[in-house]
């Protein structure tokens, strides 16, 4: 592993002279600026400050619409900067890094309600929400009800016939971002009473009427500058032209294009996980114990470490996530739904373990590590977002039977098998998302897990350097096998949204071998890349992300080897020296980027 980064041997991430994207990306870091720097208008302080009264940074909000980021969540065919997914969101990463509360006030509420109107809405419709967008206005996505969380299917605000035509709105919605200050939004309305499938419509409908009210706000203990709202309908009229696509269209869309969301927005989050990793590297570094740093210290180092492995973890499953979208459509029900279950889960899991070794430190709301405290509420309110993780596995259960037929078990007795590592050369080209080919199951489809058998086979055919990532490839593919019969042994209650315990805990597993399989992914092309990243073609960091994995697979396995840990931990170490980000890519930050030492740009 290399020692000390440079951009000469940080690899092609850093390359954006042909990267539009990673233009942008590099733009929005030099405006952000050093966040540690007390003078910067946008930086640390200032964010907490706001933080504090409860408000999103006005200068943040000012310099984001001068960047023109609302560009970003349009398509290009309709105006807009959207093209990748990926790229999207590592965009979206840097602003997660700098502020959670900014990333989603600002940014993601506008992206998930384009969506549909980009799926179903007529070219009038598209026109509208990219023109707004583009000029720096708000729409916002209207699903949520208190009484029914994430059953969209008993959701009640209703849209009547009116007199006349058009409809007329009755109901209300809550916890919806932006809503008190957005221009227009897309409501998920019932239309029909009957019971099915089709009762539900999307409504782009405008917020200015008098029969709407948008006063209430709800606080909330993490984003407190998030203007989470709720809007009150009372026979509130709005014209047929308001309809996006086919009247009951409305459920199926959400089931599809809330794949293309699930899919990106943990790759942004893992921003938060990098700013987590980046204030208590500070602190272990600077803090003086038994004669030396705490980073010194075994367990210290071990924690740092594995906060940074769990890093590259998350961003492997994300980016792969992304990725599918353009490349296998047909596969993101299953995947996007997993992506968005475990990410979350190893982010929280490392603030906690980051912050019981920043100590008292990690709820103190002012001095040098206060922005702690701040991700370490945001990071819950935002995992939650958009989709629960029981959500998540609940969409995956009813699939495992119909995955270990059609894929598992055909790959592992090596009657199917298709090596394709487009998913994991993270700078080549992508088609453009066609929204048209999302599916609601994958049917059977999952040529990522499936990999697992031959990634195994291929490092057991290598030399002794890869004895040890070979050996954990082999335990994953084994336990594919032990989850395909298991699954083909579900009940018929286990093969659905009502099943019980044991199902759930199938899911979860399954979750984990997909992540190692985008490990081993990410991994392999990197290693048969000439020109890969020399950090991602070193398998020694895939063997620390699968015993990662492995450990939360059971049963309780040693630790890693101290030369492993060590070389990791000489990683990180010069990424936080040189302002580089702690996830597959190793962008530069702008000026020292967090690190409380300051670096030369």
Request: negative net charge; glycine residues 10%; aromatic residues 6%.
């Amino acid at each position: 592993m290399t020692d000390l980064l440079t951009p000469e041997t940080a690899g092609p991430a850093t390359d954006t002279a042909t990267d539009p994207a990673l233009k942008r990306i590099a733009a929005l870091e030099e405006l952000i600026g050093d966040p540690d720097d007390p003078a910067n208008p946008l930086g640390l302080k200032a964010v907490l400050d706001a933080d504090e009264r409860g408000e999103l940074l006005a200068a943040g909000e000012q310099a984001l619409t001068g960047f023109g980021l609302g560009a970003e969540f349009v398509p290009a065919e309709f105006g807009g900067r959207f093209a990748r997914a990926d790229r999207f969101a590592l965009l979206m990463r840097s602003l997660f890094r700098w502020d959670a509360s900014l990333a989603i006030g600002h940014g993601v509420t506008s992206f998930i309600a384009g969506l549909p109107v980009w799926a179903d809405g007529s070219d009038e419709q598209r026109r509208r929400v990219a023109d707004l967008l583009c000029g720096g206005g708000r729409v916002v996505a209207a699903y949520t009800e208190l009484d029914h969380g994430s059953d969209f299917a008993r959701i009640a605000l209703t849209a009547r016939p009116a007199p006349g035509g058009g409809y007329l709105l009755d109901g209300g919605k809550q916890l919806v971002n932006n809503i008190g200050r957005a221009e227009a939004a897309v409501l998920f309305a019932r239309t029909d009473d009957r019971p099915g499938s089709r009762g539900h419509s999307h409504l782009l409908v405008g917020l200015d009427a008098p029969e709407i009210d948008r006063s209430a706000r709800y606080p909330t203990s993490g984003v407190r500058g998030c203007l989470l709202g709720g809007a009150d309908f009372t026979a509130a009229p709005v014209p047929a032209e308001a309809l996006l696509g086919e009247e009951g269209g409305a459920l199926e869309t959400v089931l599809k294009v809330f794949q293309v969301t699930r899919c990106v927005l943990p790759g942004m989050v893992v921003g938060v996980g990098d700013r987590q990793l980046r204030t208590v590297l500070s602190f272990a570094e600077e803090r003086q114990l038994y004669g030396g740093p705490v980073s010194a210290l075994p367990l210290a180092r071990a924690t740092l470490t594995g906060a940074f492995v769990d890093l590259l973890v998350c961003d492997a499953l994300a980016m792969v996530a992304a990725r599918t979208l353009h490349l296998a459509p047909e596969e993101a029900s299953v995947r996007s739904a997993a992506v968005k279950y475990l990410v979350p889960r190893l982010l929280q899991d490392s603030s906690y373990r980051l912050g019981v070794l920043l100590g008292a430190r990690s709820y103190v709301r002012e001095g040098p590590y206060a922005g702690f405290q701040k991700t370490a509420r945001d990071l819950p309110v935002v995992a939650l977002a958009h989709a629960s993780g029981a959500v998540c596995l609940s969409n995956i259960v009813p699939q495992l039977p119909r995955l270990a037929d059609r894929a598992w078990r055909p790959a592992l007795t090596g009657t199917r098998r298709s090596y394709d590592d487009a998913l994991f050369r993270l700078h080549d080209p992508l088609p453009a998302l066609d929204l048209g080919r999302l599916e609601l199951t994958a049917r059977g489809a999952d040529s990522l897990a499936a990999l697992l058998p031959e990634f195994a086979e291929q490092l057991a055919r290598r030399g002794p350097e890869y004895a040890e990532l070979g050996s954990l490839a082999a335990e994953f593919s084994g336990h594919l096998a032990d989850l395909a019969d298991r699954a083909g042994a579900l009940s018929p209650q286990d093969r659905t949204p009502l099943a019980g315990r044991r199902a759930f805990l199938l899911a979860e597993r399954y979750v984990l071998l997909l992540a190692a399989a985008a490990c081993l992914g990410v991994w392999r092309a990197a290693a048969e890349d000439p020109a890969g990243d020399p950090f991602l073609a070193d398998p020694r960091w895939a063997v620390a992300a699968l015993h990662r994995l492995a450990q939360r697979l059971g049963p309780r396995r040693a630790p890693l080897s101290e030369a492993v840990v060590e070389g990791l931990f000489a990683e990180l170490s010069a990424r936080h020296g040189t302002a580089r980000t702690f996830d597959l890519f190793r962008t530069r930050l702008a000026a020292n980027g967090g690190s409380d030492k300051g670096v030369d740009s």
